[in-house]
C-alpha cells in the first residue's frame, strides 16, 4: 500500500505543480505522468541512499537541508529520464516538497480507513 500511495503522491505532485506554477513544471501527457511516477520510485528506490549516504557529512552540517536537495536532484533526474515531463530545479524543489506533503496525508487517510 505504501508504495501505491508514493507513487499516486508523485503523478499527483507533477499535476498539481503544472496547474501551479507552469514554467516550472510541466507534462505532456498522462501516459507521461504515470511513466514518470514509476522512474521516480525507482530512482528513490536505488540512488536515493547512495546520494544521500554521500552527502550525510554536508547533511549533518546543514541541519537536513542536504537531504532535501538531494531528493530535489533526484526528482529533477526522473524528470530528465523522463520523456514528456520538463521540469526545472525550482520545479524540482516544489515538486520534492510537495511529494512529501502529499505521501504524508496519503498515509494518513490510508492508515484512517483501515482503522489503526
Known amino acids: 500500500m505504501r508504495?501505491?500511495?508514493?507513487?499516486?503522491?508523485?503523478?499527483?505532485?507533477v499535476v498539481v505543480l503544472a496547474?501551479?506554477?507552469?514554467?516550472?513544471?510541466?507534462?505532456?501527457s498522462p501516459s507521461a505522468v504515470v511513466v514518470f511516477a514509476i522512474v521516480l520510485g525507482v530512482l528513490n528506490a536505488l540512488v536515493r541512499p547512495v546520494l544521500?549516504?554521500?552527502?550525510?557529512?554536508l547533511s549533518c552540517l546543514t541541519f537536513g537541508l542536504a537531504a532535501l536537495l538531494?531528493?530535489?536532484?533526484?526528482?529533477?533526474?526522473a524528470a530528465w529520464l523522463s520523456i514528456?515531463?520538463?521540469?526545472?530545479?525550482?520545479?524540482?524543489?516544489?515538486?520534492?516538497?510537495t511529494v512529501g506533503l502529499l505521501v504524508g496525508i496519503l498515509h494518513r487517510v490510508f492508515?484512517?480507513?483501515r482503522g489503526w
Open 3 to 13: 508504495i501505491v500511495a508514493y507513487l499516486l503522491a508523485a503523478g499527483l505532485a
Open 19 to 28: 496547474r501551479l506554477i507552469p514554467g516550472e513544471v510541466n507534462y505532456t
Open 52 to 57: 544521500q549516504l554521500i552527502a550525510l557529512p
Open 70 to 77: 538531494v531528493n530535489a536532484l533526484v526528482f529533477y533526474l
Open 84 to 97: 514528456g515531463i520538463h521540469v526545472t530545479y525550482l520545479g524540482a524543489l516544489a515538486g520534492t516538497l
Open 111 to 113: 492508515r484512517a480507513s
